[in-house]
């Protein structure tokens, strides 16, 4: 029987643990962030950040009075007053930059994984395995940026929340100050039988103590705003230094081979996809000019899923109306692509490709015109694809030196030549073919 005393253990292993750099990244974030710098005297974070560039003169009133020796004897409480004084813009955008850096990393982090997921889905054995590990490094660091950059950006805005709360602490009591001077003055200057304007040593005692009584209060809250921002710096310090180190890890995790066990040839094994057909998964080096690394396989295979080549094509040919964070993405995902285009050898030759054109498009394609095509350009080796896989109204004819063969990566039986983006096309010729009730248009890599 379990004792109802006894509380049950709760692992506290999660995904960071173990990960060094990546666990210290969350655990000083969420340090930050859960307020453990700020002083008890001061509770938390709180108010409004538009107090520091407030202009606040609490002590105006006594300025009306005109009495320059009362002026003197209350400085010290507004010098602590501008003395926490700042730039409410400065601190929010500054702020907001390292926020825009936690957001963007965390989905440019989401896309990598979904893209992952989507390019390995049917990659099997030790390669396979070995990039899943490499990637799963990759998005382990970039939570860590996040994470890191979060916290940055809390620690800034925590900050300047924390000194304008001071600020407005201040504010309040130096308001009660003159409230308190104000109703004792007169009564100190009446027991001497003096004026407003002239002051006894006595009275300029009882005044300079009761300052020294408020500045003592207004040090209370400025020594604890002083202690929280001694302990938040070395947290801050070490998340810099955490978010520098980490991009230098992603930098190498970039640059090095995601294969453990090696690019060893071997004869490559066939694994069914979900429509019955069959791609290979292992190395190809057999087919490449050049050797071929798991992450180009992999950028190959992503183009020719639905996703891959209907989410990179549209952006190519016009990038408008993308958010930055989108356009850097799918850029390096399509650059990714060409990557491994590059590597792969020319397969001159002719190929067809089935398409809808629009009216404004087709009068781009007149013979004798240099037509540069800003996508990738997929095409295929039987005309019978182009023909009847293709519901489109135009059907091209392709004459070129530098198309490639990606037919080992595809997720589709079409024995598909790709060109890379930005190819150039010179129209041969533009006829209409009432017979399959298409243009039928030839176009010659130049």
Known sequence: MSNPLVAEAHSSTTWYTGLGLVEDAFQISRGIQNDSWVDGTLGTVGGSLDVLGMVIDPLGSLVSWGVAWLMEHVKPLKDALD????????????????GNVAAFTAEARQQYADSVNSATAYW???????????AGLHLSVMEGISHAAHGISYAVQGAG??????????????????????????????????????????????????????????????????????RLMPMLHRLGEIFTELKQMLNKLARSNPLKHGDEPGPPRRHDTPDGGGHVNDPHDTLVG????????????????????????????????Y?????????????????????????????????????????????????????????????NVAQGAFNGN????????????????????????????GTNFKVISKVWNPRIDKWVIHIEEV
């Open 83 to 98: 003395w926490l004084a700042g730039n409410p813009d400065e601190i929010a955008a500054h702020a907001a930059t390292w």
């Open 124 to 134: 099997q054995g030790a390669s396979g395995d070995a990039y899943r590990e490499h």
């Open 161 to 230: 929340l924390l000194v304008g709360m001071v600020r407005g602490i201040v504010r309040d009591l130096i308001a009660q100050f003159v409230g308190t001077l104000a109703a004792r003055l007169p009564q100190w200057l009446a027991e001497e039988g003096l004026t407003l304007g002239v002051a006894t040593p006595i009275v300029i005692g009882q005044v300079a103590a009761l300052v020294a009584k408020w500045v003592d209060k207004i040090q209370t809250f400025v020594r604890a705003l002083i202690n929280s921002l001694r």
């Open 290 to 321: 050049q050797p071929l690394t798991d992450t180009d396989r992999a950028a190959l295979h992503d183009y020719t899923t639905n996703d891959g080549y209907t989410t990179m094509n549209p952006f190519l040919r016009d990038s408008s109306g």
């Open 323 to 383: 958010s930055d964070a989108d356009k850097t993405a799918i850029q390096a995902r399509s650059d990714r692509v060409s990557e491994g285009l590059a590597k792969l050898p020319p397969q001159p030759g002719t190929t067809y490709r089935g398409v809808q054109y629009s009216d404004e498009i087709l009068a781009r394609y007149e013979p004798g015109q240099v037509v540069t095509e800003r996508a990738f350009t997929s095409t295929s080796q039987d005309p």
């Open 394 to 421: 135009t059907l091209m004819t392709i004459t070129g030196k530098n198309g490639r063969d990606i037919a080992p990566f595809s997720n589709y039986p079409e024995a598909e030549i790709l060109y890379d983006k």
